[in-house]
């Protein structure tokens, strides 16, 4: 069932030069359940079409469409995690969970019991009446995803959601949230620079190409697996050919294109050849062996999707 559309969506603002273009047209659709993971070049517009999907921002042209009906404001039907989990210090957690539904008047005792359940369903009970500086990265992030999902949204934006997260723990944290998503059956899009985390995550990914920003490329991910965890995806060996799909597609096999500066906007390493250089962790075979890009280090029961 069609959830969501994105149709012919485009963006442009005004400044002292004349007319930017941020996004040009944008179109796709998401069933309920579609778990698409966007990437694309810095400043090409993601998060500004996750704004647009959460009604935040008008479009400049087309519209956004949420179970038939058109968006023109913020949606009760979006859930939006950003980078920062944005946790209030002086609330617990269980307060912190119970923020988005005091935010909309629907703190009932029905819903209450959910959010509760949340809080028990994935560990964070017993921490429940700790501040959130009490907590370790991993759970906080938890912690923020429980409250995101208490006021029962049909679609969850996740606008780089692990990426203030040390590299480990983000490995940790994205089996965790894979898990939890699979569970409550939400509707996912997904805006992340780390190649290997939209693959690992997505079923489909959308692939931007430069400002202004069209879809270039929709990537369906299929690995087969009867239990599909991110890890798993990893240690897979179609990965390394979904990644290096992925790195192309993004021009990053151009010469004059470090992969540093061609996802962050930023030169951060000398320009040598990407191939040479080396990681802290295990690249899947197959896989070009390449720099941090700039992406880490700051399940699914049943047949796979």
Known sequence: MEILRVEQVRQSYQTEKGETVALGNIHFTMNKGDFFSMVGPSGCGKST??????????????QVLIRGKRVTGPSPHIGYMLQQDNLL?????RQNVYLGLEIRHQLT???????DHLLETYGLAAFAGSRPSQLSGGMRQRAALIRTLAINPDILLLDEAFSALDYQTRLEVTEDVYRIIRQEQVTVLMVTHDIPESICMGDKVLILSKRPAVIQTELPIRFGLPNRTPLACRA???????FNRIWKELGMYETNNHPIESLTGESALPQTNPAAQTTNHPMPAGVVDTPD???????E???DR
């Not at 005792?109 to 959010?115: F, G, K, Q």
């Not at 890009?293 to 399940?299: A, D, E, F, K, P």
Request: glycine share 24%; hydrophobic share 35%; charged share 15%.
């Open 236 to 242: 897979h060996p179609d990965f390394g050919g979904y």
């Open 293 to 299: 890009l700039g992406m880490g280090g700051s399940g």
């Open 109 to 115: 005792p029905e819903m209450r019991d959910r959010a």
């Open 89 to 93: 210090e002086w609330r617990t957690i």
């Open 301 to 303: 029961a049943g047949v």
């Open 49 to 62: 079409l996750l704004s647009i999907i959460a009604g935040t921002l008008a479009p400049t042209g087309g």
